[in-house]
């Protein structure tokens, strides 16, 4: 009894035909092979985390408002003067009702409306 799967043809493939056939196969076929790379665990506690947020906004509010103080004249009556405006006179001290930032306050009342 003959091994191996019977020939497509009226004769079997040679050694160079299968190998020709094997790297069209490959070049048609798209790698399954995924590489994902996974993001460092973050390991500090979340009031850490919350900490370096703020810290992280505050930073950002002060260079609004440099920018704020270096526009030129042709930007100040622009919405862009106004969004700065808004972000650097943003306060992000606690209120006394609440032990969330009055950002946070604000932020969530926006949402709701």
């Known amino acids: 009894m003959p091994r191996g799967r019977k020939p497509d043809g009226e004769h079997a493939l040679s050694n160079a ?29 979340r009031p850490q985390r919350w900490r370096d947020a703020v810290a992280e906004l505050l930073a950002l509010q002060a260079e609004y408002a440099r920018w704020l103080t270096g526009l030129p004249d042709s ?7 106004e ?10 001290t606690p209120s006394p009702t609440s032990s969330r930032p009055a950002a946070t306050v604000v932020t969530d009342r926006a949402a709701s409306s």
């Open 17 to 45: 035909e299968r190998q020709a056939r094997y790297r069209a196969h490959r070049l048609t076929k798209p790698s399954p092979v995924v590489t994902r790379t996974r993001r460092s665990t973050d390991r500090r506690s």
């Open 83 to 92: 969004a700065l405006e808004a972000l650097a006179n943003l306060d992000l």
């Open 75 to 81: 930007l100040r009556d622009t919405t862009t003067a």
